[in-house]
């Protein structure tokens, strides 16, 4: 009875260590994100009065914001940002959902092949050089799909899905042709219903990876209007002009609110979207992740 209360005790006190350390890290990660917000609705005289460490404002303001939104350029960028996404999360998705479901048939002629020549981009790549005059012969330079179709299919998301794929019950596919479906029917009656949990956790990480685009978008973009989110906070973290890059008709406002807060608030913008979004996905996440890269 002891040495099961000893045991007990000990358990508890491990849990206790563990959920500490958890938190500890949890507190790590989202500290930044907290201070950034902080940080763009503190008035500036606040800001300078603390040293420039603000924990809770006193006066909270929303200029930044208000600054930010008539602007011409972030709103721009913002419908950039969420039509890439868009349209290449659903692109993502179909092309690797296809080749995906074709590659996990084993009596595919020339299966291992495709696959070697897959698992090989893993490795090689045709470069940055290569890639460019690529994007540029075929037409795509400067355009929105530029930052789109270079990256359509993810080798190793692919085969986490193929996994996923093989994993499946044969019992299911072969029940629905015995009544008659063929294998696109099949795919999207029967397979992919069942694989919700893959598609939601790719999905998400393409749509964050797309969310994210900054390098396309510095290579194949020479437009302002086409620019992404991305690329417009990376430009106005390094001009001094926040009123040029902008694009504000009302110079005089941006004039009394600081460049920090403006960046700040930018942060928060660009970063909301998929805070906001990761929740309704995350119980698919663990699961999905876990059933398509380990079973098998």
């Not at 994100?33 to 924990?55: H, K």
């Not at 805070?275 to 698919?284: D, E, H, M």
């Amino acid at each position: 009875m002891a040495a099961k209360r000893n045991q007990s005790t000990a358990e508890r006190i491990g849990d206790c260590l563990l959920y500490g350390t958890l938190a500890l890290f949890s507190l790590m990660t989202l500290f930044p994100l907290y201070y950034v917000f902080v940080m763009s609705i503190t008035p500036f005289v606040e800001v300078l009065r603390n040293g420039g460490f603000v924990m809770l404002p006193g006066r909270v303001t929303w200029d930044a914001y208000q600054q930010i939104f008539s602007s011409l350029r972030i709103p721009r960028a913002l419908w950039v940002t969420v039509r890439i996404t868009a349209a290449g999360t659903v692109l993502n998705l179909i092309v690797t959902g296809l080749l995906a479901y074709g590659l996990s048939k084993k009596f595919v002629p020339g299966r291992n092949i495709v696959l070697l020549g897959i698992l090989f981009t893993m490795l090689f790549n045709g470069g940055i050089i290569p890639t460019f005059l690529i994007v540029r012969a075929v037409g795509l330079y400067d355009t929105i799909w530029a930052m789109i179709v270079p990256g359509t299919v993810s080798t190793f998301y692919l085969l986490v899905m193929k996994t996923y794929f093989e994993n499946l019950p044969a019992e299911l596919e072969e029940a629905a042709k015995v009544d008659g479906c063929g294998d696109f029917t099949t795919l999207l009656r029967i397979v992919l219903p069942l694989s919700m949990p893959i598609v939601a956790t790719l999905g998400l990480f393409y749509g964050v990876g797309h969310w994210n685009e900054y390098f396309s978008g510095i290579m194949y973009v020479t437009s302002n209007h086409l620019q992404p989110m991305q690329v417009v906070l990376r430009n106005m973290i390094q001009t001094p002009n926040l009123s040029q890059e902008l694009a504000v008709t009302n110079t005089m406002d941006l004039v009394q609110l600081p460049p920090e807060t403006v960046k700040m608030a930018t942060v928060v913008v660009a970063l909301l979207p998929v805070l906001i979004v990761y929740p309704f996905l995350q119980r698919y996440f663990m699961k999905g992740m876990l059933i398509g890269a380990i079973k098998g």
